[in-house]
Every structure is written in structure tokens, then in C-alpha cells.
């Protein structure tokens, strides 16, 4: 089972651009579609962005597409999300998830691992 540590979070004016990571551990990096989801305060966790193993596909959930890139360095076991032009709606906590599928990942089931999250607040 691989591990995940997220960072890159913090306090940013509507606007501005954050990038997150996600770093891995525990397991071989390159084997897992990774993914990440936000939950805001008394929302359900949502889909936020996915990347296959070998960062040839991507997806975007509507409300980020255009703004936030998904990426991954297999050979730093990280995965990124680019995030600009934030807004205020996008204030949540963000969470890495890594599934032995895409669909798996996007699903957000209980396969695979999630990180412990990291806060991301956009002030208007």
C-alpha cells in the first residue's frame, strides 16, 4: 500500500496560483493512477483532477477545467496540481489519492490510498 503526504496548501487572494504535491512512498509510484479530491466545510468530498500511471491522460472535474493541471514525476514518486486562478469556491481541504485505475480513482472509493489533506484558502 502506498503512502501520501500532501503540501502546498495555504492562504492565497482570488486570483493567485498554489500548486499542491503529493509525495509517495511505500510502493512503486509508476503502478498507480493518482488523483485529487476536495472536501469544503459541510460539503461531501468532491472529484477535483485524475492522471494515469504514465501521465499520459488527464481529467478535470467542469468547475476546474482551464484552471487547475494535473501532473506527475514518476521519478520523484510525486504527483502535482497546478492550481491558478483560484477562487473562493475552491477553499477546501485537498486530498492525493492513488487507485490501481483511473476509474478507480475517480470514483473515490476505499481502494487504494488518500493522503491526509492539506487546507487551501482563496480570500475574495
Known amino acids: 500500500q502506498v503512502q501520501l503526504v500532501e503540501s502546498g496548501g495555504g492562504l492565497v487572494q482570488a486570483g493567485g496560483s498554489l500548486r499542491l504535491s503529493c509525495a509517495a512512498s511505500g510502493s512503486t509510484f509508476s503502478y498507480y493512477a493518482m488523483g485529487w479530491f476536495r472536501q469544503a466545510p459541510g460539503k461531501e468530498r468532491e472529484f477535483v483532477s485524475a492522471?494515469?500511471?504514465?501521465?499520459?491522460?488527464?481529467y478535470y472535474a467542469d468547475s476546474v477545467k482551464g484552471r487547475f493541471t494535473i501532473s506527475r514525476a514518476n521519478a520523484k514518486n510525486t504527483v502535482y496540481l497546478q492550481m491558478n486562478s483560484l477562487k473562493p469556491e475552491d477553499t477546501a481541504v485537498y486530498y492525493c489519492k492513488a487507485g490501481g485505475t483511473v476509474a478507480s480513482v475517480v470514483r473515490g472509493d476505499d481502494s487504494g490510498s488518500w493522503g491526509q489533506g492539506t487546507q487551501v484558502t482563496v480570500s475574495s
Open positions: 492522471i494515469s500511471w504514465s501521465g499520459g491522460s488527464t
